[in-house]
Structure formats: structure tokens, C-alpha cells
């Protein structure tokens, strides 16, 4: 598998090193959806594109961290986690989609309700789900090239 | 008023590319392109012209009221639109990988086989 | 307690999806076969159940069914509403909708990963539901849209060559349309500032548009919806994308998706929220009358089986287009009662070529024959749903064609009568010519058994067939259709008393 290789050295130990920040600013970026500009979208694309940049400096040997089999079970979780949070206002008080976790204080992070948990579910789906997308068209590409 | 026609002249080219482009590709790009002109068209009808814009956010020591703040409807509803537009142009790409599985070709004037 | 049911009716087939795919997943294969087909056919049957319950409620006692979504009142927050003339669609998707995961469960065996074709599927009716149901303009777009990409993903699901093919035709076209949409909401928010259905139509009671601006949007919302619903300059995706799809997702898209995704919000924005130019329902009725002769000149000499049916479609969506561009009361009943109809046939047929091809891997016509003592439940369906569509009494066929053509002579317009008698007729030689090559002639094939669920849909919806005619007995014509019809026909002031 000597072609998969990916990218030269520097940008191996560079991205090793870069990797987990891009990781921490995406999850900054989902936290504060209710507060700044973001919310889950915006953060699951940061997300998301950090994993698609560890695959493209290793090449195909970077899938095993992270297989398309973990990325297909986390977008599912993130979707039924999202469907939860809405019908948790439907049991406990019988309204759809109900906010029930309270304001708290104003530009608290624990300010405005089920914003925090729906950010983060659709931020789960988002990220896995657009890294799924890029791995299974390279695993496509690649299953063409070997026909 | 300039900025409307520079919008309609970016869904212009957009059109171009999908009309005259024989590359599935290319027609993926126009297509996006398009999408791009439309969402930034709803994005500017939110817009104060009476030169009292301020971005929609509120802080803790801030004096702008919520009157002069530019419409944040428009915005939320263009995050949505964006995210159906990804949706579809990954849909175009994987079936675009698939028809050259297929075919063999990108070319759109060689996969014609259906008609009638 | 009824207003309550209506978020069910979303959250039953979303969470069905999602169930299905993280349980397709992690589980093995053969171990949760039995198991998904449980869990697709409970879900879409516990959709029809909470259908045929606010169905009576909406019957019995004329109401309107309202819900505010998350506790937010009306012009701040998204407001459902169900009325006469959405429970008519919302019946008609959840019952097609059940049918055809009956028949899936034996005809999809022939393709691999079945808990995505079921994920899929369960997506398109939470997406057609909420389209019925809601009285937001964005969350219609918003609904439209994850229906409209999930049959792209569905007509391509085989991956042979002639389906993707299929499939990037209508995906080209349906996301301009998508597009068109999208600006139109776009510059009716740009002038009304609201996006809730009720607050338009009151503003633009109020204030009127300026003519070149209401031009514009008309023409937008028009051209982006009849692409939809298949009308004819716009119809080009549709033979080629309801052949190359799966049986039961043609049986879908012929019968509920165009007219949910395409004919509804036609109704829905040009009868009650806008009033377009006088000149609007004139092309519309002009461009219904084309799409019937089109489709039917152009089925005529089709010799695929599913390619026949298309055209087919495309005509009998020109009479449902005609009966409510008449605008009329009786004109806008038939074109409705045609409408429930046509879902009923259609896809009754498109399950009859699904299990000729199942049985016999064509569906070429000249390969065919004999297959009357093979197929004994699939021919005597097909028979049925062929004097149907022809319109032969007493199937109802015969009741919505007589009705369109008496409110075409009731207002004058005699050309057009003229017109949907002769593609009538037509319509008859086209399946008389499916009957002969398809199920008489010769015996080529022996006796075939077609699985349980197959043959289970087809006879209910060959009963339905007749049992749809029943709707003309007054007391049912009254609490469904003229209810309907009281709706669109009140234009604006139906949102007076909301």
C-alpha cells in the first residue's frame, strides 16, 4: 500500500501535533451556539474536517482510528439523541419541543434552555456524518482503482 | 441596490456552468454556485439601510437596542438552507463517482442512454 | 387530546428511521432482518392508525386542528394546522404509505442492505406528513426538501446504470426547482415579513403587492412546484425516473409524492394565501389540458411496462390540474376525488409491474404473456385497476372523470371536455394493450408464488378501488370532498377564524 502513504513528514508531525486543537476550537464553537455566532453546524464541520485532515496526511492507514463503521453508529446516536431531547417536552408536559431546562442567568453557558443539548446532538451528526461522506467516497475511489 | 445586481450576476454564472459545461463536475460546481447566490439574496433582504446596522448580538455591557440590530431570521433560515445544499451536492458527487463506475466517462453528452 | 397526536405523526416515522439505521448497523445480518421488517411495518402502521383517528375527529365535528410547536404562539413560532383539505393527503400518504412497506418486505429481497432502503423509506413519510400538515411556508421548504433528497437516494437505489442515470436527471432538475422555491419565500418574506401562512394572507388582505412583484412570485412558486408535480413543460425527469426505481418507491412517487410535494402547495399558496393575476388559472388549466393529450399521446407506443405507466401518470396528473384550475366547487371536488383516485390505481398498477418483474425479470412487453394462470392475484388486480384508470363504471375512475368533464361544460369550456373524453378513450386502447401482450396470449412462464405481503397489498388495493366510489354517496361526498372543496374555493378568508 506503498501509494496510500499520504503527505511528507512535516506535514505528518504537524498534523499530529495540530489535530487535537482544531478538535478543542470545534467543540468551543458547538458549546457556545446560544452566546456567539456557531452552534451545532458550524462546530461539526470544524470537527469533522479535523478528522478529514488526519486521513488526508496518513492516507488510508488513518481510517483505523477512526473507521466508517464508528462514524455510521455516532450519526445515528446524534439523530435519536436529537429526537430524545424533543420528546422529553412531549412526555414531561405535553408539549412538542418544550424548553425544559430553564434560563438561568443571561450570557451564562447555561443560559437558554435544551439550545446546549440540541447543539450538541446535531453537532455529533454533522461531524460524523460529513466524516463518513468523505471516507466513503475515497474508499469508493479506491475500490475503482483496483478493478 | 448594486449589491442585488452583483448577487443576480453570481446566479448568472451559476446558470452558465450548469447550462453549457459537458463535465458532471462542472455542472456539480454551478449548481452550488446558484444555491450560493440564492442564500446570499435572502441574507441581504435583512439588511437596515438606515445606516444603523449592528451584528444581532447581545453582550453584557452593550447600549445598541434590538432595533437597530439587522433581522437574525433571515440567518437562522440560511444555516438551514446551507446544510439541505450539502446534503444534495453530496448526493451529485456519489452519484457522479457511480455513473463513472458505470459509464466510464464524466462526459454528460455520452450517458444517454434512456430516452424516448 | 387529538391536537396532541399530530407531533406523533413526524416523531413515529423519524425515530423508526434512525432506529432502523443504528440497528442495521450494529447488528448482523441475519439477525435483524425479521426484526426491521417488524419494527418499518409497526411504524408505518402506527402512522396510518394516528391518520384514520384525526381523520374522524376532523370529520365528525368540522374543526380545525391546531398545534404550536415547543409552546411558541403563531407569528413567533411555528404553527401546524390540519383542515379539511389536509386530512385528504395526510390519509392518502400514511395508507400508501403502509402498502407499500407490506410489499417490501417480499420485493426488496432482490436487493442487498434493506435496512437503508427502509431508513430511507420511513424518512419520506415523516417528510410528507409534516408537508400535509404544517402552516409555516419554511417548514414546508424545509420538509419538502427531505423528502425530494431521499427519493433521489431511492430512485438510484439499485446502482445500475439506467437508475443513476435516472436518478442525476431528476436530481438536476429538482434542485432548480428546489431553488425557484426558495427565492419566492424569500421575496414574499422580503415585503410581508412574516413567514407563517395565516399572517401572509392577512397582510395581503390588507396591502396590496405591487403587480410586477406579485407577477414574480407567481411565476417563481409555479414554475418550481409544477417541476414537482410534473406538469407539462416541466415533466422531463419523470420517465425516466419512475422506471428505473424500485417498484415500491415508484408506487410512491407516481402516487403520493408528486401530488403532496407538487400539486398541495399549488392549492395551498394560490387559493389561500396569495391571489395571483387573473390570467394564472387560465395557463394553468391550458397547461393541464397539455399534459393530458402529452402523456397520453406519448404512452401510447411505449413497450416498457413501467415506462407505459409514467406517461400515464403524467396525463392523469393533467386531469386532477384541470378540475382545480377550473376553480369552481364542483370543478375543485374532482380534481381532488381524481387526485385520492389516481394514488389508489396507480400505484396499484406500479405494484402489479413490480411483481411481473419479480416473477418473470422483464418488463419488456413483447416478453411477456400468458402470465394470467402464472400471476392469478396480479392479473385479476391489474385487471381491476386497468378499467380504472380507463374509466369504466363502477370503478371510481368513472366518478372523478365524469365530474371533471361536467365542470368543464359547466363553465364553458367545451374544448376541453372534448379533450379529456378523447385522451379517455385513449387511456383505454394504452391498457387494452397491456392486457393482450401482458396476461392473454400464449403461456410463457409457469405458476408462480409471489410472498404473502405482495399479494396482500394487491388485493386490498384492488378492494379499495372499488371502495373509493363509495365516496359518491352524498353523506360521504359532503363531510369529505365538499369540505375540501369549501376550503379552497373560500380563498384568503379561510384563515379568518384561525
Known sequence: MNKNEGMSLIVKTITRLTVGLILLFGIYIVSRGHLSPGGGFAGGVIIALALVNLLLAYGTRGLKKFPLMAAEIIETIGALFFILISLFGLILFGVYFYNFLGTGRPFNLMSAGIILPANIAIALKVGAGLYGIVVALVLAKSLMEKK | ?116 | MNNNLLPLLVVIPLAGAFLTAFLGTTLKENIHKKLLDLLVNLSSLGGLTIAVLIATTVFNSRTILTYNLGGWMWPVGILWRVDALSIIFLVTVNFLGFMATLFSVGYMEKYTDKWKYYSLFLLLIAGMNTVSITGDLFNLYVFLELTTIASYALVAFGCEADELEASFKYLVLGSISSLFILLAIALLYGYTSSLNMVDISRFLLNNRMPQSLLTLITTLFFVGFSLKAAIVPFHAWLPDAHPSAPAPISAMLSGIIIKVLGIYPIVRIFFNIITPPAQFFKIFLYLGALSMLVGVLLAVYQWDFKRLLAYHSISQIGYVVVGIALATPLGVAAGLFHLINHAVFKSLLFFNSGAVEYATGTRDLHQMGGLQNSLPATSGSCLVASMSIAGIPPFNGFWSKLLIILAAIQSGHYLIALIAVIVSIITLASFLKVQKYAFRGEKKFGRYHLPVGMNLTMIILALACLGFSLIMIPKFYTIILDAAQQVVVAGPAVFSNL
Do not use: H, W
Not at chain 2, 438606515?50 to 433581522?71: E, H, L, R
Open chain 2, 1 to 116: 441596490m448594486v449589491v442585488y445586481l452583483l448577487n443576480f450576476v453570481l446566479f448568472g454564472c451559476g446558470v452558465y456552468a450548469l447550462m453549457t459545461r459537458k463535465n458532471i463536475i462542472k455542472m456539480v460546481i454551478g449548481l452550488s454556485i446558484m444555491e450560493y447566490a440564492v442564500n446570499l439574496f435572502f441574507i441581504f433582504l435583512g439588511y437596515k439601510t438606515n445606516g444603523q446596522y449592528a451584528f444581532p448580538i447581545f453582550f453584557s455591557d452593550q447600549k445598541i437596542s434590538f432595533n437597530q440590530m439587522v433581522d437574525p431570521l433571515p440567518q437562522a433560515l440560511i444555516l438551514t438552507a446551507i446544510v439541505i445544499g450539502l446534503a444534495t451536492t453530496a448526493l451529485f458527487v456519489a452519484i457522479a463517482i457511480r455513473l463513472y463506475e458505470k459509464y466510464n466517462t464524466f462526459d454528460i453528452s455520452r450517458i444517454r442512454r434512456l430516452r424516448g
